[in-house]
Each structure stands twice: as structure tokens, then as C-alpha cells.
């Protein structure tokens, strides 16, 4: 099976950044979409960014436009979410996941099939 390791979390001061590397490695896939959500204590997973594979197509949730950038390297098989302007809110465990069946970026979370084991970032006041 396909496993994604996420990395590059952890304490920040609101203003600062971070950026959070997504390795693949397994069973060779063709993935259409790899896409970032997180999740805050008591609240749901939510998306965050995803990115075609060709690397071109993007999309970002609006409380993160401007200040998150997605990103991708091919030859190393990772996906990075680069971190801008934190602030306390984005506080929140970061997933990466992979769907390798739809053709379009898509924001739900049924959408993807492999799931990494997520990435703490804190980001204090």
C-alpha cells in the first residue's frame, strides 16, 4: 500500500511560517490530486489546499489564499504546503492525502484514498 509520511510541523509564533513536506512511497501510483486538510480539537477535518499532479491546477480554502502555497516535486514523489502569516486559527493537526480517482480538485475528504498520520502545528499569540 501507498504511505504518505507528513513532516515539518510543530511551534510557531503568530507571523511566522513553517513548510510541511509530504512524502509518497509504496506501491508506484498515479495520483490526480494531492491535497492538505487539517483538524483542530473538537472541530472537523477540514480542506486546506490540494494540487494536480501536473502541478499547475491549485485551490485553497479562503481563510488561508495568500498566505498558504502548495507545491510539488515529482522526482522526489513529495507534496510541500508552504506556511505564511500564521496565525492562532490555523493551529491544527495537517493531513495529506492523495486521490487518485477524480480528475478534478476536489475539497471533500471522501474524495481521497490514501491518508498520511498527520503533523502538529501550533501557532501561539
Known amino acids: 500500500q501507498v504511505q504518505l509520511v507528513e513532516s515539518g510541523g510543530g511551534w510557531v509564533q503568530a507571523g511566522g511560517s513553517l513548510r510541511l513536506p509530504c512524502a509518497a512511497s509504496g506501491r508506484p501510483f498515479s495520483s490526480h490530486v494531492m491535497g492538505w486538510f487539517r483538524q483542530a480539537p473538537g472541530k472537523e477535518r477540514e480542506f486546506v489546499a490540494a494540487?494536480?499532479?501536473?502541478?499547475?491546477?491549485?485551490d485553497y480554502v479562503d481563510s488561508v489564499k495568500g498566505r498558504f502555497t502548495i507545491s510539488g516535486d515529482n522526482a522526489k514523489n513529495t507534496v510541500y504546503l508552504e506556511m505564511n502569516s500564521l496565525k492562532p486559527e490555523d493551529t491544527a493537526v495537517y493531513y495529506c492525502?492523495?486521490?487518485?480517482?477524480?480528475?478534478?480538485?476536489?475539497?471533500?475528504?471522501?474524495?481521497?484514498?490514501?491518508w498520511g498520520q498527520g503533523t502538529q502545528v501550533t501557532v501561539s499569540s
Open positions: 492525502a492523495a486521490d487518485k480517482h477524480t480528475f478534478a480538485i476536489m475539497r471533500s475528504a471522501l474524495y481521497y484514498d490514501y
Open positions: 494540487i494536480h499532479w501536473n502541478g499547475r491546477n491549485t
